[in-house]
């Protein structure tokens, strides 16, 4: 069974849910709002509506309630408390620091299968918690996150050496508001083929290219690629960090 799980994209790191969502809200708001004026609307005569300003952009929230369970098989993480198992995805909620003093929460990408793979951020998180022991460890929590949507990272093209290539630089860390996290960047690979095994590249191929080894496994957890040996035809490969060699 496909998992939905969430990448932290400075990281690489994985977080995997227990189970399927068995439904997911996807709402959006336009870039939409009245117009003002010294703080204060815009009114005039015969207007049958307030006068609107169209501000670009917009809002897109994923709502996602998940179901955690001590006694469920399949979780990495072994405990009698619940709250281990939810906790990583609370943390995704914090602001960490930056350049700022305020920081802001980290950024990641919502995958599940090959149907969804959003870059996001959790702007809440929630959870209901039962089946108490008789100490007060919950063992079961029901996890409800709202996910804001953000921009895909800025993307330059560039041609390989070989001309076969199409290869882009993307920064890793993009904020809501268009600001960038400097410290890290990923490369991103069209896939030359693939769609069935041995025909086109090779991930670790695609690895050595870059790192100059064939350590495969960046590239794979940066994609959400779950089976190396079955890559998406013509995909588009994220390559973290120490991609810059060609």
Known sequence: MERVAFLVEETGQRLACLLNPES?????TAGIRPRSAGGRPVAGERLSDDPLLYSGGGRTEILLDLLFDVSLPG??????????????LWNLAE??????????PPPIRFVWGKAWNVPAVVSAVAERLERFSPTGVPRRSWLRMRLLRRPEPRRESAVGADG???AE????????DGEVAPSREVRLHRL????TPGDGERIDQIA???YGTPDWRPIAIASAIANPL????????????GAARR
């Open 24 to 28: 997911v809200i996807v709402r959006r």
């Open 75 to 88: 979780s990495s993480i072994q405990s009698e408390d619940v709250r281990d198992l939810t906790r990583p």
């Open 95 to 104: 602001n960490e620091p930056r350049r700022d003093p305020y920081g802001r």
């Open 164 to 166: 076969l290539h199409e």
């Open 169 to 176: 630089l993307a920064p890793a860390g993009a904020a809501p």
């Open 192 to 195: 030359l083929g693939g769609g």
């Open 208 to 210: 050595a290219r870059y």
């Open 230 to 241: 079955e890559l998406p035809e013509n995909a588009l490969l994220r390559v973290p960090d």
